[in-house]
């Protein structure tokens, strides 16, 4: 299995999460940062250690979950 971190963008959801499974970021309510470019760079090195981390099959995809309308965009 060849996971990726995509842009999810459904009906009611954007967001990061799996392309192979149902996880998804759940960024904590407050980022920290001494600056903008600080924030940004801790808001991705979070997101990217819990979709490293994470277990596919821990997260299993609903057949309901991003239907034929879901949008996925892969990082550059």
């Not at 963008?9 to 903008?36: D, I, T, V």
Request: charged letters at 25%; glycine letters at 6%; a positive charge.
């Amino acid at each position: 299995m060849s996971r990726e971190l995509v842009w999810i963008k459904q009906q009611r959801f954007a967001g990061w999460g799996c392309s192979e499974c149902a996880w998804f970021f759940n960024p904590p309510s407050a980022l920290a940062g001494k600056s903008y470019d600080e924030l940004v760079q801790n808001f991705a090195l979070q997101r990217d250690k819990e979709f490293t981390s994470h277990v596919c099959s821990d997260h299993p995809r609903a057949n309901s979950t991003r239907g034929k309308n879901a949008e996925q965009f892969k990082l550059p």
